[in-house]
């Protein structure tokens, strides 16, 4: 697999986003995130729901899936019984060390800290469509591309008269 801040990755919130992601990768290496603190209120059984049926379709797929567990130990601890392949968690140190040791023994990889930038597909009207022009071999364009990610709406200023 590439380097991590080489390989493009996803906040996926539904199974539709999931798909879409597994769908475009193809044999390509990708990463996929959860929102913040989705385990919490998703719970660690729906994420790995979600990507057993990703993973039953796309076999092939070389794709890292991460759940957010937020600050919640407890929730961390849920995604590793429930065998969840990588979590990431930001509670405190003492916390923080025991889980890794469990992680470690479950096989889980377990990540500290801020979640890298990542592509959220919440926000766009296509998910697939979306994904595919992420994934789309760069080119030099002459027009600037319009992305399938709506830019956020914001209103003009008013300029003032001298």
């Not at 390989?7 to 193809?26: S, Y």
Request: hydrophobic share 50%; aromatic share 4%; charged share 25%.
């Amino acid at each position: 697999m590439p380097a991590k801040s080489q390989v493009p990755a996803f906040i996926v919130h539904d199974r539709a986003a999931m798909r879409a992601v597994f769908d475009a990768a193809g044999r390509r290496a990708l990463r996929i995130e959860s929102p913040v603190g989705f385990a919490g209120f998703a719970g660690a059984g729906f994420w790995a729901a979600l990507l057993a049926d990703a993973r039953t379709d796309y076999p092939q797929a070389k794709i890292e899936a991460v759940l957010d567990c937020g600050e919640e130990p407890g929730t961390a601890l849920a995604a590793i019984r429930a065998g969840v392949p990588a979590i990431r968690c930001r509670c405190p140190a003492p916390a923080r060390a025991r889980l890794a040791a469990l992680a470690r023994a479950a096989g889980v990889a377990f990540i500290a800290g801020r979640r890298p930038k990542a592509h959220d597909l919440s926000i766009a009207p296509d998910a697939a469509r979306a994904v595919a022009e992420i994934m789309a071999p760069r080119r030099a364009l002459k027009k600037p591309r319009s992305s399938a990610i709506p830019e956020p709406k914001t209103k003009p200023r008013k300029r003032r008269k001298p």
